[in-house]
């Protein structure tokens, strides 16, 4: 089930997953066991993809080679957000870059950053607005040009510091969907104009559902990206700082991280479990 394979040394060890308390888990006879909290976010992670995806694979493999014990459960964004806002998680990923001013939705006059901390940025992926084809946009680049649209947004997530800033203050509509393919039935049946997504996500979302060929066809041609993208997007961990070893466990992730980077190694192995993945 779901197997990891990491180095200690100049020996590659392959740890077996167990079900664990709603989730899968790895090394649990550690002396720390994290609690980590994430989504079915294809084609990055998903419990539907070959080995839940690489990204859930190098979360694994960068803790366990740093002695923890890992425990993965899978939840929608928004209570994957709030267990980690009220500490009851160690670890959320993957999360897009918090801007200091982005108030928490867990906790009265706090701010995500004064609850959890950002690791080192991982690749990720672009940011876009997604429209149908053969509609008419404003969009030039700038979200400014867009206000008088019906956007689609899911759930609790961040997108950018300058759209974020527009619909806080009820400067752009919004309707809410719990996840992309929420979304892609907004945009289909003309509830909304755009969308906010990566489209990589989207046509993930759009494979792993339970539609016949013929309608994920219709849906993958119906879709049409807007250019420029609103940005690329890599991710990160956030670790809750209510975990008391909160500063060792970022610590060990960056080095972790940083270490991979230098060695080449990181994209190459994002690139060989991505193979998996596909």
Known sequence: MTPVSYQVGDQTIVAPAVRYEYGYAYNIEAKKLLKLVTLNWPPYIDE????????????????????????????????????????????????????????????????????????????????SLVALNGSHSNYDGSVESIKDQIIGVVRAYKNTPELDKLIDSKKINTVVANNEFQQIHLLMSLRVDLIVADFDVLIASIEKSAASEKEKQQMKTALMVLSPPLGYKPLYYTVSKANPYWQEILADLNNEIKKMKEQGALSSYIEEKKQCSS
Not at 67 to 82: K, M, Q, S
Not at 108 to 124: E, F, Q, V, Y
């Open 48 to 127: 539907s993809l070959c080995n839940n995806g690489w990204l859930f694979q190098l979360t694994v493999k960068l803790l366990l080679q740093k002695g923890y014990g890992v425990h993965i459960e899978f939840l929608p964004w928004a209570r994957a957000l709030r267990a980690a806002e009220l500490g009851h998680a160690d670890i959320l990923f993957p999360e897009y870059f918090i801007d200091n001013n982005v108030m928490s939705e867990n906790k009265p006059n706090k701010t995500r950053n004064d609850l959890m901390a950002l690791s080192s940025a991982i690749p990720g992926g672009n940011l």
